[in-house]
């Protein structure tokens, strides 16, 4: 059976499924995401659009072939908008990361696809990870992890800063990708000269310093490999910052898997281990006797959670202006 009669079926189906439910009851509206990690950062996304007349049900594209990812998701829909049947946004709809698109502005079909569906919402920031890993909620992060609640590392600060120093570097990479020369500068290379490396919670700045010297080696190249490009920079940085990209909020649009894992993870452990130590120490040098600190001891260990886990599990980007933005697009799409 053909890919474009699975998805009219698919589509056929959950309206009927609709109607079979009759005028007073709640319309099931699907929403395909990317992988089983998006499932729960999507459904904390739609909840609050759920009435007494729709209710969401988020899954993968497929569970006959299990396949996943961005163009997996886009298939069910992009074949159909061609044929002119727009119905399938009124009961499936795609959420996806934005990646680079959103910033492409149209520069690519996909791009153009993900800008211009109705029924297509992404994250604006890079991907979910991203959003996982806003700096304001990390200490919460930290809290769960530890049970510890001292507030030994400012992560906004440092966040800001290490945007602040790859910036130029970040509009760099933009701009190569909107004119076909990434192959020059990719993404993997940007986020191996953006690797802080070295990071110490006792003395960060080394790190941001590494990172500062790194992009200025970099841009340096660039600048010998394209000489002509300083207007289009330039253009193109004010573009961003309309885009909302500012220098202080870089981290949210670089690839969220490199920020996820190589970033934000082996910095929260390094900042999660100095807090479980200072509980221990708390509970080690406490007035109680032997066998009261051995299981306060036991308990607290029992009790510690993983950070990565944590980490996906992290709902503090709620608080993000970039989910708002995404609040408002889709309840202009329910309004409708």
């Known amino acids: 059976m053909g890919k474009r009669l699975k998805d009219n079926i698919n589509s056929q189906w959950v309206e009927a499924a609709n109607a079979l439910r009759g005028k007073n009851s709640r319309r099931r ?7 089983y990690d998006d499932i729960y950062f999507w459904r904390t996304i739609l909840a609050p659009f759920e009435d007494d007349k729709r209710f969401f049900e988020v899954m993968l594209p497929s569970k006959v072939n299990l396949t996943r990812g961005k163009k997996s998701v886009l298939m069910n829909f992009i074949d159909s ?15 996806v990361d934005a990646d680079y698109d959103y910033l492409m502005q149209g ?9 211009n569906s109705s029924y297509v919402f992404h994250t604006y920031a890079y991907a979910i990870e991203n ?32 945007s602040e120093s790859i910036f130029p570097l970040f509009v760099w990479n933009i701009m190569l990708y909107r004119n076909g020369q990434y192959p020059r500068f990719s993404i993997s290379d940007f986020n191996r000269v953006t690797d802080p490396g070295g990071f110490t919670v006792q003395n960060p700045e080394h ?51 490199h920020l996820f894992d190589t970033i934000v993870a082996p910095i929260l452990s390094k900042v999660c281990n100095l807090l479980r130590q200072e509980r221990q120490s708390e509970i080690y040098h406490s007035h109680a006797h032997y066998t009261q600190k051995r299981n306060e001891m036991s308990c607290y260990e029992n009790s510690r959670q993983d950070i990565k886990t944590m980490l996906k599990k992290n709902t503090g980007y709620q608080q993000c202006w970039l989910i708002r933005r995404l609040h408002d697009d889709l309840a202009r799409y329910f309004s409708t």
Do not use: W
């Not at 044929?83 to 499936?92: A, K, N, P």
């Not at 310093?209 to 253009?235: C, H, M, T």
């Open 29 to 35: 509206i699907v929403a395909y995401v990317e992988s």
């Open 81 to 95: 908008e061609s044929q002119g049947e727009e119905r399938l946004g009124h009961d499936m709809i795609a959420c």
């Open 107 to 115: 520069a690519t079909d996909q791009s153009r696809r993900v800008l």
């Open 131 to 162: 959003l996982q890993c806003f700096a304001p909620s990390l200490h919460e992060v930290c809290v769960a992890v530890t049970l510890n609640d001292h507030r030994i590392f400012d992560f906004e600060e440092y966040f800001k800063q290490f």
């Open 207 to 257: 790190s941001l310093q590494n990172v500062k010297r790194k992009v200025g080696v970099k841009i340096r190249e660039l600048q010998r490999l394209f000489p002509d490009a300083k207007s289009d920079y330039l253009k193109l940085k004010d573009e961003l910052k309309t885009l909302g990209v500012s220098p202080q909020t870089t981290y949210l649009y670089i690839q969220g898997h």
